[in-house]
Every structure is written in C-alpha cells, then in structure tokens.
C-alpha cells in the first residue's frame, strides 16, 4: 500500500556531480550538485542545475564552460565539503588537497583525483523556479586509465560512484553487478 | 593518467526511471529512461529527456501528465524489456505483469508493483539536440509503506533503486551507507 508523500523532490539514485568552474580572477572553484543528468545524446549534453546565489552560477555565465567530475568513494568527504562552502569564502582545492587540471577544451578546472571528467561548453539555459537549467554540450570525456575496461569505457565497479539519497541527505556506494541492458529484460520478447 | 575519450554521453550513477503515460485511447505505456533527474527543488521538478520517435512523446503532450516510476531490483528484467519495444506495438502492462494504478493528481498510469511513484504536470519542453527535455512538476510521491523510515521518508537501501552505466549497457544495485551528507564533509570546515 502507498502512502502519499506530498510534492518533494525525490529520485533514486540522484548522482554525486562536482562541478568546476573558474571565477572571474582564474580562481578555481568546485561546487556539488546533485540536480543533473544526461539529457541529450546528440550532442552529447548534460544539465546542472543551479541556483543564482551560487558562486559557480556566475561563474559559468562568464567563462561558458565548465567540468563535471565524477567523485568515486574514497572521496565522499571531498565531495560533501564542496557542497557545504561557497567559492566566495574558501579556496576549496586548497582546503581539501584536491588537485587542479585545466580542462583541454573548455574555460574549467577539473579534479585530477576524481576517476571521470566531462568537459562542458555552455549551450543553453533554462529557468525552472528557484533554479537554473545549464545544458552544457560534452565536448570530451576524460577517464584514469585504471578505470577502463578492454572497450576502453569506464567500468562502473572501478570508477564506483557516489550515489545520492535527496531528503534524507545520504551517501551510498555502489553495489553489485546486474545484468546487461537492452539484454536482461528479453525474456518478456518471446 | 587520464585519457580522452572523446564526446560521450556519460555519467555515474545514471538512474532507471520507468516513466508512464496513456496514449489517446486511453491505453497505458510505459518506457524506460536513463536521461532525466530532479531539476528544481521549488516547485520541485523533474526533466526526462525523450525523442520525439517515442510513443510516450505524443502521450505526454496530449495527456500533460506522467508518472516517474523507481523500479526496485527485483523488476530489473521489467525495467529493461518497457525500455526495448515500442508502446506502439505491445501492452507493456500485460506483457510484464505488472499492475496499472491510475495516478491520483494526473492523467498518467503508475506501476503498482514499484515502491516509489512520482506524479507529475507537464510544465514545459525544451529542446536539445535531437531530444526534448519535458519538465515535469512533481504534484505528489507516493511511496511504499514498507520502504519507509521513522521520518516517512524512502529509505534507499529498502527502495533498492537500479544504477545504469551508459556506454557499457550494464545495471548495478545499490551500495553500503556511507555517511550523512552536510556533515561527513565536516572535518574539512575546522
């Protein structure tokens, strides 16, 4: 039986994203978002979405571009802390250790720990409410190669994103390997 | 070491969200989307991305309504096979199983079997590339009782929600808790 919640924003599994991003003097800095996806396979684009009052939103407006870095486990206190703070206070690659690497085709710094980087090029924004829709096209994908499989595409279970719970603010791991899709669900096709 | 992997449409954790709707027969489809995620918390909204060669396209701006079903792991197979044929040619509904519940705020069906269901307005479409982001505004979650905790929130370890890793076609489960958020980042403020 299901019982009504009421009007909340709620999915399973939102992502871990680390947004980068350089403020009008070159100063780096990093923000999490955990409202974004893919939403275009070609071009290959993906939306954050921001709020005006965050440092990286005027950020991007300047510069155009920005990196979306994709935190594995080990840094899941990294990638708290750079939700917690903004840029306007902190150098946050200075107070976590965190590395910078400027991105090859886009304005943006990015996270040498993190096991995935894309490189985004501002394209298009959108007002939904309180937040700001960024549609930035994926110019280049950038991986460790430790994390790739024999396809040269990164393996989920080596990369081992962070995954987020909305509303009761919580981080979870990755868990086991499922099935192939477009594969798994044949069964119903006979 | 990094390397290039070129433009991809990439990104970890993806999530499996298994959106309903009724064609102009009033029939219920269901379809399978990966590109889609949370884009504003007030009023708390999503953006699914589809093309417009969907059956669910034409639904969704007859109807103005969806629903966004978080499939457990248990109906990986379901959530793979509504995503590999066309509501134009099957009753996904009969061929799976799973039980229609007509949403109570909109004109969209919901899978009964799912623990969690968001009920959704069409608030407005944009276009990027060769999809359509429909944005929907979440008027109601409704959720299992049994996933719930002592807040009445969704506990993600009992929604067990599915991971899909783009590129390599895979699903995942869902990990180990690994902390709070706004607060394991903590050490890092000191």
Redesign the interface.
């Given at each position: 039986?299901?019982?009504?919640?009421?009007?909340?924003?709620?999915?399973?599994?939102?992502?871990v994203?680390v947004v980068g991003s350089y403020d009008s003097s070159g100063r780096p800095n990093l923000m999490t978002a955990?409202?974004?996806?893919?939403?275009?396979?070609?071009?290959?684009?993906?939306?954050i979405?921001l709020r005006e009052n965050r440092y990286t939103f005027h950020n991007i407006m300047k510069t155009k571009g920005f990196t979306?870095n994709?935190p594995s486990?080990e840094y899941?206190?990294?990638?708290?802390?750079?939700?917690?703070?903004s840029g306007k206070d902190e150098d946050k690659f200075q107070?976590?250790g965190l590395t910078e690497e400027k991105a090859?085709f886009v304005d943006a710094p990015s996270v040498k720990e993190f096991p995935?980087?894309?490189e985004c090029r501002l394209?298009?924004t959108?007002e939904?409410?309180?937040?700001t829709?960024f549609?930035g096209?994926?110019?280049?994908?950038?991986?460790?190669?430790s994390v790739?499989?024999q396809?040269?595409?990164?393996?989920?279970?080596k990369?081992k994103?962070?995954?987020?719970?909305?509303?009761?603010?919580?981080?979870?791991?990755?868990?086991?390997?499922?099935?192939?899709?477009?594969?798994?669900?044949?069964?119903?096709?006979k």
């Open positions: 039986m299901k019982k009504s919640l009421g009007p909340k924003s709620l999915i399973y599994p939102a992502p994203l955990a409202w974004g996806g893919i939403c275009c396979s070609n071009p290959p684009s993906i939306t979405s979306v994709i486990e899941v206190e990294e990638a708290d802390y750079v939700g917690m703070v107070v976590t090859e995935v980087v894309l394209s298009d959108h939904v409410g309180v937040h829709q549609i096209t994926i110019v280049d994908v950038k991986a460790e190669e790739l499989d396809n040269g595409l990164p393996l989920l279970e990369v994103p962070i995954i987020y719970a909305p509303e009761s603010y919580t981080y979870y791991g990755t868990g086991r390997l499922m099935g192939a899709a477009f594969s798994i669900g044949d069964k119903f096709t």
